[in-house]
Structures are given as structure tokens and as C-alpha cells.
């Protein structure tokens, strides 16, 4: 028997509900997205749907669906994905690295069922996610490549670029500071509205690299509570946390020499990292970050458009849309989304390894 529907939503109207045959899968869900969505049991489903569960017999049967004639493969993540839709317009798919597969019938629920109950949360809130981020794009929104912290006011500042432009680093060094909340450090929903632009989180684990944690002053803290028994997100290399838990300081790094991070679940922010969460804004101002260890904090006013590389693209996502949950017309809303946060003062960043330097730097661009 089905548990209690874990309903979703984030503000807007647009709900999502999953249902599993384990309650450790949708309080996994709760915790991970109950501080910026509504997250809560309720006695009807709203809105989408997402059924996981813990079923190997399930999973034996769609493992051997998924390898029928006319099946094909891709990278889901970082694991290779096997799919193929039947006569019927269903959609079978399997990860059998992850030992997850998954059954979607257009219009109907998406299901995931696995072997173990923490790969099934993993990829139940993935699903949900993307379940919602449809609704939202079919209602006008747009989702960037960007961060975003908001004071208690809701006033809201982005910073935009490329992966590793210093999205995060000043999204965190702002809320470090105490006059900002974090909405998101990697991706963020917007869209125009009288009262200016709406700014909306994306939920999910954020990475924080040693010299980071280091230089805030975070470092102890961090090695302490996984000491204590505390866990990082499951997506963290686990000689990451070994070298928190043995204090050795210097970044892990991967077969192409870049930094495998410590990944921390939503809750660790606010409980572990003192660093408070917003569930929404509204765009005032605009930053666009880059990182340069060689320089020191610098600041002009200016900098470049957004534009459409700052959209996230289905296409270019790590997650494949393989299920074909997203619209593919969302043109309209994204041009009028770059419109909108064009009209805002911005300013391009030079952020060095010179913490106190970027966080005096970026207190005086966000109050001028």
C-alpha cells in the first residue's frame, strides 16, 4: 500500500506529488526540498505525479523491457542510460549501474523503481524536480545558469556566467556576510512581473570547495560534524570526505585535475554552515563574476548582456530530457525574461583568494 502523498510545490500553483511503497524515500524528499519548496503529506495528490519504489521484481521486468529491439543509450548524469519507446507511446529506461529503471506513459505518472531505497530518493527528486521545472516553463518562467541571495526584503542579486565563473563563490560569500539570505548557487527560475522579477530556487546539493570552506573560516566545522556522525550529499567522492575526516586540506582532484568538492545536502547550509535560505526574490541588481587567483578583488560598473547562453538548455543538460517532460517552445518567455533583467544595474567582478578583499568588494557593489 502506497504511503501518504508527499506534495510539492513552490509558491506558484504548480504541485507535484510523489507516492513511494517507503516512507525513507519520500522523507528523503522532505528534507531535501522542504527548505525552499512546500514539502508536506497530505490526504490527496496535486499536480503531476512521481510513484517510486523499492521493487526488484519491478526492476528485473523493465530492466528486460528497456533491452528490447529498437532501444537506445545515452549518459544520464554520469552513468550511461538505456531507453526506448513502445508500441503503445510508453517509455521504458534503465540505469543499470544505478540498478534504477523507470516507466513513463505520456500524460500519466513517470515511475522509478530501484534495488535500494537511497538510489530510488535520489532519483525520485531528480524526476520531481524536473516535473516542476515543466510546469514552470510551461507557465512563462525561464531557469538561468545563475545565483542568487535576497535580503529580508526580498530584494534579490544574481550573479551569472559560465561554470566556475564564481556563480556560487558569490552567491556564498554574500549570505556569509549576514545581510543575505541564499535563494540558489547554481540555477534559479525567473520571470517579469509588475512587481519587478520574480526569482525562484533551484533545489539542489551545493558543492563548496576546501579553499573556500578554509578561507570563511568553515573548514573545522565542517570536519567536526562529519566526525560527529553528519553525512555530505551521496554525490560527494568519498576521498572528499576522508580527507575532511583525516584534516587534510589540500583539494581531491579528478582524473582531469579538477576539484572534486564537498557537496552538502540543503538542510547542511542553515544547521552546518550557518548560512540561511530564501525561497524567493525579486531581481535588483545583476553581477557577473569571474575568477582569478592571480588578481586581486576589482569591480566596474557595466559588464556584459544576459542572453540566451545564460538559459539552461535541455539539450545541453546532464540529464538528457529522455522522457520528453519539457516544452520546446519557451522562446518567447526567455526573450522577455533577458529583456527584463537587461533593464537592471550590474557590475563585472574580479574575484581573487582574498576573502575579506571579495566580501568588502562585494558589500560595496550590492549597496551602491
Known amino acids: 500500500m502506497l504511503n501518504p502523498y508527499l506534495v510539492m510545490g513552490c509558491g506558484t500553483g504548480d504541485f507535484v506529488t510523489v507516492t513511494s511503497n517507503r516512507r525513507g524515500v519520500t522523507d528523503w524528499l522532505r528534507r531535501y526540498f522542504g527548505l525552499w519548496w512546500y514539502a508536506k503529506t497530505e490526504a490527496e495528490p496535486y499536480g503531476n505525479r512521481v510513484h517510486a519504489d523499492v521493487n526488484t521484481s519491478a526492476l528485473a521486468e523493465l530492466t528486460e523491457a528497456a533491452a528490447a529491439p529498437g532501444c537506445q543509450s545515452t549518459l544520464y548524469g554520469a552513468t550511461p542510460i538505456t531507453h526506448r519507446t513502445t508500441p503503445t507511446g510508453d517509455i521504458i529506461a534503465v540505469q543499470r549501474s544505478a540498478q534504477l529503471a523507470y516507466r513513463y506513459t505520456p500524460g500519466g505518472p513517470l515511475r522509478v523503481v530501484g534495488a535500494d531505497p537511497l538510489p530510488v530518493a535520489r532519483a525520485a527528486a531528480r524526476l520531481a524536480r524536473e516535473r516542476l521545472r515543466a510546469s514552470l516553463l510551461s507557465s512563462g518562467w525561464s531557469l538561468l545558469h545563475a545565483s542568487a541571495v535576497a535580503d529580508w526584503n526580498g530584494d534579490a542579486v544574481l550573479a551569472l556566467g559560465p561554470d566556475g565563473a564564481g556563480k556560487a563563490t558569490t552567491a556564498l560569500t554574500l549570505t556569509h556576510s549576514g545581510a543575505w539570505d541564499l535563494i540558489s548557487t547554481s540555477r534559479l527560475f525567473v520571470m517579469p512581473a509588475r512587481e519587478g522579477v520574480r526569482v525562484l530556487p533551484w533545489p539542489a546539493s551545493t558543492a563548496i570547495g576546501v579553499g573556500y570552506l578554509q578561507a570563511a573560516g568553515l573548514y573545522e566545522s565542517v570536519a567536526w560534524q562529519l566526525q560527529r556522525g553528519a553525512e555530505l550529499h551521496p554525490a560527494t567522492d568519498p576521498r572528499v570526505s576522508r580527507a575532511l575526516l583525516d584534516r587534510r586540506r589540500l583539494p581531491v582532484r579528478d582524473a582531469l585535475g579538477r576539484e572534486a568538492k564537498p557537496r552538502f545536502h540543503p538542510r547542511m547550509l542553515p544547521e552546518h554552515l550557518a548560512l540561511p535560505i530564501k525561497a524567493r526574490g525579486r531581481a535588483m541588481r545583476l553581477l557577473f563574476p569571474t575568477l582569478d587567483p592571480d588578481r586581486g578583488p576589482d569591480a566596474h560598473q557595466g559588464g556584459r548582456l544576459v542572453g540566451m547562453d545564460d538559459v539552461v538548455q535541455p539539450g545541453r543538460d546532464r540529464y538528457p530530457d529522455?522522457?520528453?517532460?519539457?516544452?520546446?517552445?519557451?522562446?518567447?518567455?526567455?526573450?522577455?525574461?533577458?529583456?527584463?533583467?537587461?533593464?537592471?544595474?550590474?557590475?563585472?567582478?574580479?574575484?581573487?583568494?582574498?576573502?575579506p578583499g571579495n566580501q568588502e568588494l562585494l558589500t560595496k557593489v550590492t549597496t551602491a
Not at 324 to 340: F, H, S, V, Y
Open 322 to 355: 529522455i522522457f520528453g517532460l519539457l516544452p520546446t517552445d519557451t522562446i518567447a518567455a526567455d526573450d522577455l525574461a533577458i529583456l527584463a533583467l537587461n533593464r537592471l544595474p550590474r557590475h563585472a567582478l574580479t574575484l581573487g583568494h582574498d576573502f
